[in-house]
């Protein structure tokens, strides 16, 4: 089964950047879905973006479009969240995930915290 290595987060400030990575162990198909969610203390596990394995198919979540970018490198088996113009609400836990197509999220990474100060 795969499994997901996350790296990246950390304390910056409004307006800054961070780029989260996640490196996976085993074959990614063309129509994988790979993830990044994240969650805010009391609040659920939001979709942030996703992209398919092949990288046609790529979702951002309206509230952060234009800021935040998802990618992938095939040859390092890796996904990468951009994220751009940091605001204080983006502090979360941020996760990655990867489901098959038309399956669940069932594969997780071990998360990293996001902390943007004002």
């Known amino acids: 089964q795969v499994q997901l290595l996350q790296s990246g987060g950390g304390l910056v400030q409004a307006g800054e950047s961070l780029r989260l990575s996640c490196a996976a162990s085993?074959?990614?198909?063309?129509?994988?879905?790979m993830g990044w969610f994240r969650q805010a203390p009391g609040k659920q596990r939001d979709l942030v973006a996703s992209?398919?394995?092949?990288?046609?198919?790529?979702y951002i979540a309206d509230s952060v479009k234009g800021r935040f970018t998802i990618s992938r490198s095939s040859a390092k088996n890796t996904v990468y969240l951009q994220m751009n113009s940091l605001e204080v609400e983006n502090t979360a836990v941020y996760y990655c995930?990867?489901?098959?197509?038309?399956?669940?999220?069932?594969?997780w990474g071990q998360g990293a915290q996001v902390t943007v100060s004002s």
């Open positions: 995930a990867i489901r098959s197509a038309g399956g669940l999220w069932n594969v």
């Open positions: 085993g074959r990614i198909f063309s129509d994988d879905f």
């Open positions: 992209i398919t394995g092949s990288g046609v198919n790529i």
